[in-house]
């Protein structure tokens, strides 16, 4: 058996001496591991780096094979990021997510464009936070579990949307939510469509509004936590904007 397809690196670990374990999520295939011969070579493994999109091809002699892979590479995202421990952090956790989230082998083409929109804001685009937020959120819709924010789940009202239900992940307004106010999840205004720069309020709000439904809905029903890589970042990010300016 054989295809090729375009990949985007979600993680690589040794194997033996000299040979790696390739995870990528393909555009075509899915979340896709396969055998690299002598991956282990510095030149080698520079291609291989978290986030790297390439043109990969896999062999394998029956389906349910691990398989040989190889491939070329189309562009090196990873290096781009090397100086910012931020966005490369942001890289990680979008990387892991997808790695854990995402079932093996099951096409998943929305997912491939959402997590290549998301690489390439992060070397290029000053709203990156936001994009990374954006790209939890629709992962949440291609696992099944999108949330419903263009009307509030009490009234029908399509505006002042300000919270969102931590039971049925649909948007709540300002008024209905009041008295509930202490258990809604805040819903930040970019996530409805307001163009205004976010707040780094915003930020974390959005994070916690994915991370709220990803660990309920994703990973808690299979006895598993959000990952590290996730955790860290967010821990990353709430630490610098923390800082006046930032």
């Keep these: 058996m054989q295809w090729s397809d375009d990949g985007i690196v979600l993680a690589a670990r040794a194997h033996g001496e000299r040979a790696l374990v390739v995870q990528l999520l393909t555009r075509e295939h899915g979340r896709h591991a396969g055998l690299l011969r002598g991956g282990q070579s510095p030149k080698t493994r520079a291609h291989w780096q978290i986030g790297n999109r390439l043109v990969v091809t896999w ?65 290029a685009d000053d709203r990156w936070a936001i994009a990374y937020v954006e790209w939890e959120i629709a992962l949440l819709e291609e696992l099944g579990f999108g949330l419903d924010l263009a009307s509030c789940a009490a009234t029908g009202a399509t505006a002042d949307l300000v919270y969102v239900s931590p039971r049925s992940g ?33 930020v974390l709000d959005g994070l916690r509004l994915a991370g709220f439904f990803l660990e309920q809905r994703v990973f ?27």
């Design 59 to 123: 062999r394998a002699r029956l389906a349910e094979h691990l398989g040989f892979i190889t491939g070329e590479v189309v562009e090196a995202h990873a290096a781009k990021l090397l100086d910012d421990k931020l966005r490369l952090g942001a890289l990680a956790a979008a990387a892991a997510l997808a790695a854990s989230a995402l079932p093996e082998r099951e096409p998943h083409p929305r997912a491939y464009r959402h997590l290549l929109h998301l690489i390439e804001a992060l070397g």
């Design 170 to 202: 649909q948007a709540v307004s300002a008024a209905a939510g009041a008295p509930y106010r202490e258990k809604l999840l805040p819903l930040p205004a970019f996530l409805r469509g307001d163009a205004a720069r976010p707040a780094s309020q915003d």
């Design 220 to 246: 808690a029903p299979h006895q598993q936590k959000l990952p590290a890589a996730r955790s860290r970042y967010v821990d990353a990010l709430t630490k610098v904007l923390a800082i006046p300016g930032a």
